[in-house]
T-cell receptor
Framework: KAGVTQTPRYLIKTRGQQVTLSCSPI?????VSWYQQTPGQGLQFLFE???????NKGNFPGRFSGRQFSNSRSEMNVSTLELGDSALYLC???????????FGPGTRLTVT | ELKVEQNPLFLSMQEGKNYTIYCNYS?????LYWYRQDPGKSLESLFV?????AVKQEGRLMASLDTKARLSTLHITAAVHDLSATYFC?????????????FGKGTHLIIQP
């Protein structure tokens, strides 16, 4: 079974731009969660989607948004990028029959 | 929102020694996770603990959960260099139900020969 995939793996953007990151969950998994990891703040929960609905959201500004498609693939968007948005963005997928969360390799975003 | 506190945050130990990482959490939670992260890599799932008194072991690592004390431990037995990594504990952001995890700050573990 293929694991969680994330694209792109690396990204460099300029302050003020916007960015879209993609996450494809493990086949059959309907829940996708997104996280931001920075040296200063650690791993922080962004949001979680299940069957195209956002079920849970962390404490991030409205510049951070996401969505999930009918095939369970998910995207997150960050608008008006700030230097502090530079981070490793991780997504994880899980299924209904167990509580395991499987993480993708991440997208490393650098904002200059 | 669940709060998770790990200690220690940094641990340097010698091969062959035993040690324990502690994870306290703030509110009732129906499960607790342990992950490993190597430098520049993603998170690798180690254990999911689902009930009070749960104990799981994999090689030199053993995790336990005490829901009454809101405490989980990760015990390392006879450490070897390959176990050097950062270890995170995590619990459901809302304490249960919908997915999404709150993570501790991580324990940076260095095992020296």
């Amino acid at each position: 079974k293929a694991g969680v995939t994330q694209t792109p793996r690396y990204l460099i953007k300029t302050r003020g731009q916007q960015v879209t990151l993609s996450c494809s969950p493990i086949s059959g998994h309907r829940s996708v969660s997104w996280y931001q990891q920075t040296p200063g703040q650690g791993l922080q929960f962004l949001f979680e989607y299940f069957s195209e609905t956002q079920r849970n959201k962390g404490n991030f500004p409205g510049r951070f948004s996401g969505r999930q498609f009918s095939n369970s693939r998910s995207e997150m968007n960050v608008s008006t990028l700030e230097l502090g948005d530079s981070a490793l963005y991780l997504c994880a997928s899980s299924s209904l029959d167990n509580y395991e969360q499987y993480f993708g390799p991440g997208t490393r975003l650098t904002v200059t | 929102e669940l709060k998770v506190e790990q200690n220690p945050l940094f641990l340097s130990m010698q091969e062959g020694k035993n040690y324990t990482i502690y994870c306290n959490y703030s509110t009732t939670s129906d499960r607790l996770y342990w992950y490993r992260q190597d430098p520049g890599k993603s998170l690798e799932s180690l254990f999911v603990l689902l009930s009070n008194g749960a104990v799981k072991q994999e090689g030199r690592l053993m995790a336990s959960l005490d829901t009454k004390a809101r405490l989980s431990t990760l015990h390392i037995t006879a450490a070897v260099h390959d176990l050097s990594a950062t270890y995170f504990c995590a619990g459901p952001y809302s304490g249960g139900g919908a997915d999404g995890l709150t993570f501790g700050k991580g324990t940076h573990l260095i095992i020296q020969p």
